[in-house]
């Protein structure tokens, strides 16, 4: 793995070891993590405190975004559940409409066609019958 040197933009590659390099170009101090200069540059355990800082403040945004998030759902969910409800209500009350008419409705008017249809015939059958008779 190889970076350029912050100042004099030579390719230095890192060995194993510390944050802490030393460009053999031109002697410049610098932090391997986060390529600031290695005077004044804190180090936090093994690692590079610069670099930790901007990981917990990427987490910490992360965070706060996720909580954002939940926030509006919650709203979300208060606003749009009594409506959700309410069309549930609605489709069973359809679907129970839908079954009366197939369960009562439907057959009674078939009924109803068949008698007529009957009372038709047998009146269009018996004026044939009655038509052809021989006086
Ligand atoms: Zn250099
Ligand atoms: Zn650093």
Redesign the pocket.
């Known amino acids: 793995m190889t970076k350029s ?1 912050p ?4 390719a ?1 590659e890192k060995n194993m070891g510390c944050n802490h390099m030393t ?1 053999k ?4 101090q610098f932090c391997w993590m986060c390529m600031s200069r290695w005077q004044n540059h804190e180090t936090e355990g093994t690692g590079c405190k610069t670099l930790a800082q901007m990981f917990d403040e990427k987490r910490k945004i992360a965070t706060q975004k996720a909580e954002a998030k939940c926030i509006w759902m919650q709203k979300f969910k208060t606003i749009w559940d009594p409506y959700l409800i309410k069309i549930t209500e609605i489709e069973n009350k359809k679907k129970d409409i839908f079954e009366q008419f197939e369960k009562v409705v439907l057959p009674q008017t078939r009924l109803k066609m068949k008698k007529q249809a009957r009372n038709f015939c047998n009146f269009i059958f018996g004026n044939i019958y009655f038509a052809n008779f021989p006086e």
């Open positions: 040197c100042k004099c933009k030579v230095i460009c170009n031109c002697a410049h």
